[in-house]
């Protein structure tokens, strides 16, 4: 689980994950909304972003990191919004950093969003 507490505006304090962990929940706190935001998850290899939709109690904003993006050592992105209308307004963006290691022997594909990742897939397949 990677915690993030935002404090002021755009300041806040996180923690790093490891390449090859799985099922990481991010909880952020300190955004004072009234509505569960949609977050949307990239890095710097991806051309398109991974959305997931958060939930919100108590303040306490919890979704998923997807797998995928922890195959890879690259800082994800983590675009908070909210829609206004029919437009996504990124209220604020946490980078999480990713810090390399060897694969682990007994490590399995689990997510749903592997087609943004198709050539980690092969790659896994043939390793």
């Keep these: 689980m990677l915690r993030v507490h935002f404090n002021t505006y755009n ?9 090859w962990d799985s099922n990481q929940d991010l909880v952020i706190n300190g955004l004072d909304l009234s509505v569960a935001p949609e977050i949307h998850f990239s890095n710097a290899n991806m051309d398109r972003a991974v959305v997931r939709q958060s939930t919100l109690t ?57 087609e943004i990742y198709s050539f980690n897939e092969l790659k896994n397949e043939i390793a």
């Design 58 to 114: 108590n303040g306490v904003i919890t979704i998923r990191i997807p797998n995928s993006l922890l195959q890879s050592a690259l800082t994800i992105k983590a675009y908070i919004g909210v829609y206004e209308r029919d437009t996504f307004k990124v209220i604020e963006t946490i980078e999480i950093p990713v810090i390399a290691r060897v694969k682990p022997a007994d490590y399995v594909i689990e997510d749903s969003d592997e």
């Design 11 to 19: 300041n806040y304090i996180v923690d790093s994950l490891y390449q």
